[in-house]
């Protein structure tokens, strides 16, 4: 048995800075022995009992929730979501590109977030709240002679004689979405996918949903419906504040809720959640927001006092407490009040403040000292990125027109001159465009990203890409696209085949691999702007992030970017890329290094059996042999009996003296 | 001036009462130790430091040892004091070897060799502090002749530089009245004297009166209060005046997020935070 500094030398610092963040509640899952219920728990009650109300009477209540930087409101939705979400339907809406796109950005998101699998479920939000309407239950004789779907849109319909908007086509989605071999197509109607012709006679639909008046009425139907099953629909909207920072952000944000409230779209609960000084100081820009009135509730994330603050610690110590011989004096023994005390005026912080003090005062006992922000990095992207992987697994989870932005983000980020989203101009695919100033042949580049399976819309942008080339406004277009084409001999295609097999025009077939990465920088900057981004003990700013995400070399592997040859193909100008594919004992290198640069000194059981734990089919030899490397390499130091790795640990020796000696 | 002393006087300014240990006032992360000692001899020779030592190890001086042999009961000495005497007598020793109580030894030893009747061995310069010829020479008499020398400070040190010249502004009467008018327009006519330091009480009406004057919603930024109370108070006060506040739940201070509205002075005027952005608005309860 060892006791507690030997427990906390040995073993990752509890205070794992990547859990200093949350971001949507639908990607992270919160662990219960971590949370602190005395933290916000009136708030939680104050919004549980509005989602009671209108459960009860269906009338659509919005609430404010305002709090400060770090302040917690994230983890605070994941918390309300765990605890209602048997009882509420949960979307997560997350900040928006573009004000004209806002309703089908909602919709886009809710429907997104009704496809995920609540907790303790095996279905999907919208699965068990179909299966749980009326309409299912009808085990008639009618429905064998007019066959189940006729039935069940029938049914619908006598339900709702008025008010829902293309009724037929709405009811005809929602059975299709029961039926699992249509799922996804429904699903993506319902999220206004521009859908080809033969999808929307699998469907029996005649057309997509396409404009802003279509998404906010499928919303008003979706709430509609839900209502008949008591599940109010909770739209969160989180982070939203770098589209409320920018022009005209939050009056459009402010001007959707009024209409869910003025158009009488029943059974909603919006939740704004915003920075105060985001909320204070666009309200003071925009005086005349007449809007605020249909705010019915303000509910305020105070700072947490030194008692809370020491629970958090408490909780995240605990585990190593439960292991330590002798038993330590306090339940937060190393760290004392006193440096809690000494971070937090007049004895008020934020969690995420207390999480960051705590892993650096674990650091330093480590006898390691700070962490560098550049090496968290790494760290804080894996962690993303393999989120993403999980949750995206389709390209056209993202709209062609978030895409395009995407890719113009990241061209930017990475210092392409002249990035231009929305390039076409006067196109209905303006969108879908961007264009950018090569920086090796200084040549203008223009690109279309079109990922709707819908023909007509392959063709027509196809037309516009014809234009753009005959008008010569660009030195190369490039068209992406990873849906399919189409036969040969349509239109579309041809007109493909005539523009883009030769040279200078040409095609890129995407990868789901490098949607991820544009997908994880956007969502990281996302945070950055919000505030809400932890690096290492740094909150860092979007520019910094930029900075970050140049130094780390992250998007090197990105094939998108080589097709584009923003980025060098392996092995062009003699720098050293990582093969591809990676052969598995630079992995196990890499991880290892990583580790250790992040944690600074460590047990070296505790570091094998998490590399162990990292990758399948590996051997403790394997890992054995790349630690040996290291330390021959003189980048890592082992100390202790090396007749038994295991009771060794291991520490990272600082760059400055690796080269000396 | 070296750069490292002047380092090392800034990195003093940091330090509560400007006095601190020996470890905080490295003028580089990378002075060791005994070069930071050797500093501070060398400034305190300049009489701009006050060194405050320990002494690590002594011996009893040639006047001390004819005390001992003197007739006891009328010499002016504690018991504690005959004890180390006759302690050192034996040879040279350690304060350890006195067997006082730890917090009582150092005082009686350096105070034993100041009247001369133990040498120290061994001295060690546990803490400095800022003489009044020291806070006198950087606020009146500092002046680089070479202006072309590069001095690479970081922000910590400008900012104590910056904020002890403040404290010298904000409680000192200026020496000589000065003819230019206020540039800063303030509501109420400057007072010809020091004005009477604000009890946190009344502090609290002058947010709101600020607050309702602007408007800001309650959502104060805390330069305005700064220009109002500074001085009187220094900012330093103000700041434990306001967390004596947050402590008694009448305010809350709110972080900056986006600093794109602020000039770069009003932006100094928040509270900076380790791990997070600066205080910077004030929200009355």
Known sequence: ?661 | METKELKLLLQLLGCPDYRGKVGEIKPTSGTKVSETQRLCRKLADRELVILHEEIKKFKISPAGKTLLKADVENLPLSEAELKVLQVAAKGPSTPGDTQLPAAKRQLLLLDLCDRGFLNAIERKIVEVSLSVRGKEFLRDDYFDANARRNLQLNAQLLTNYIQFMRTWIGSVPPVTPTPTPDPTPSPATPPPFPQAKPSDSELIEMIRKIDSRLPTNNYTPIYHLRAEVQPPLTRDELDQALFRLIEGDKIQLSSLQDGMSYNDEQLAAGIPQEFSSPLFFIIVN
């Not at chain 1, 909602?106 to 009704?114: K, Y």
């Not at chain 1, 993303?384 to 932005?405: C, D, M, N």
């Not at chain 1, 250790?596 to 590399?611: D, F, H, R, Y």
């Open chain 1, 1 to 661: 048995m060892a006791d507690i500094i030997t427990l906390l030398k040995q073993n990752y610092n509890p205070f794992d800075l990547t859990t200093a963040r949350s971001g949507n509640f639908w990607l992270e899952q919160q662990s219960p022995n971590l949370t602190v219920e005395s933290i916000h728990q009136e708030q939680i009650n104050e919004i549980v009992r509005v989602i009671e109300e209108v459960q009860l009477n269906h009338i659509t209540r919005t609430i404010l929730l305002k709090g400060d930087l770090a302040s917690g409101k994230s983890y605070f939705l994941g918390r309300l979501k765990k605890q209602v979400n048997q009882n509420a339907l949960f979307a997560y809406i997350g900040s928006w590109s573009d004000n004209s796109y806002i309703w089908r950005h909602i919709l886009r998101q809710t429907v997104d977030s009704l496809m995920q699998t609540p907790e303790n479920e095996s279905q999907s939000q919208f699965l068990l709240w179909l299966n749980s309407l009326s309409a299912f239950q009808d085990k008639s004789l009618t429905k064998r002679i007019l066959g189940e779907k006729t039935v069940f849109v029938q049914n619908f319909k006598s339900s709702y004689p008025t008010g829902i908007y293309q009724s037929k086509n709405f009811f005809s989605a929602l059975y299709h979405a029961t039926q699992t071999e249509d799922y996804l197509l429904a699903c993506d109607w319902l999220r206004g996918e521009d859908l080809d012709t033969s999808d929307l006679k699998k469907l029996g639909i005649r057309k997509s949903l396409s404009s802003e008046e279509d998404a906010k009425n499928i919303l008003m139907n979706l709430g509609r419906v839900s209502a008949k099953a008591q599940y109010p629909i909770v739209l969160c909207f989180d982070q939203v504040d770098q589209a409320c920072l920018k022009e005209n952000g939050l009056p459009t944000l402010l001007g959707v809720n009024t209409t869910i409230h003025n158009e009488r779209l029943k059974n909603f609960v919006v939740i704004l959640s915003l920075i105060q000084d985001t909320w204070e100081n666009q309200t003071t820009k925009y005086p005349c927001l007449a809007d605020q009135d249909r705010i019915d509730r303000t509910v305020k994330l105070d700072k947490i006092t030194l008692d809370q603050a020491e629970e958090i610690w408490q909780k995240r110590l605990y585990p190593l407490h439960q292991q330590a011989n002798p038993k330590p004096d306090s339940n937060i023994s190393p760290l004392t009040r006193e440096e809690l005390k000494k971070r937090a005026p007049g004895g008020r912080t934020v969690p995420r403040t207390v999480i960051q003090l705590g892993h650096k005062l674990i650091q330093e006992l480590k006898g390691t000292g700070h962490i560098k922000t550049d090496d968290s990095f790494l760290l804080v992207w894996d962690k993303e990125f393999k989120k993403i992987q999980a949750k995206v697994e389709r390209i056209r989870q993202q709209s062609s027109s978030e895409l395009a932005q995407y890719l113009a983000d990241v061209l930017e980020m990475l210092g392409v001159p002249n990035v231009n989203y929305k390039y076409m101009e006067g196109s209905k695919y303006l969108n879908y465009s961007l264009s950018f100033i090569h920086p090796k042949t200084s040549k203008e580049i223009g690109i279309l990203w079109n990922e709707d399976p819908n023909m007509r819309s392959f063709y027509y942008s196809m037309s516009a890409c014809e234009k753009v080339v005959k008008a010569g406004d660009c030195d190369r277009l490039i068209f992406i696209r990873h849906e399919p084409f189409g036969s040969k001999k349509n239109k579309g295609y041809k007109l493909f085949q005539k523009i883009f097999s030769g040279n200078p025009h040409h095609h890129i077939c995407p990868h789901l691999d490098s949607v991820h990465y544009l997908v994880t920088y956007h969502r990281l900057l996302n945070e950055a702007t919000s505030g809400e981004l932890v690096v290492g003990y740094d909150s860092p700013k979007p520019n910094h992030l930029k900075e970050l995400v140049k130094q780390s070399g992250v998007f090197e592997n990105c094939q998108l970017l080589k097709n584009l040859e923003i980025i060098d193909k392996p092995g062009n100008n003699g720098k050293i890329d990582p093969p591809h594919p990676v052969d598995p004992d630079t992995k196990i290198r890499d991880f290892l290094m990583k580790q250790v640069k992040s944690q600074g000194l460590l047990g070296a059981e505790v570091l094998i059996n998490s590399t162990l734990a990292e990758f399948d089919a590996i051997a403790l030899k394997d890992v054995t042999k790349q630690l040996k490397a290291l330390e021959r390499e003189n980048y890592i130091q082992m100390i202790g009996n090396d007749k038994n790795i295991k009771d060794q640990s291991v520490f990272r020796v600082p760059e400055d003296q690796r080269q000396a000696s």
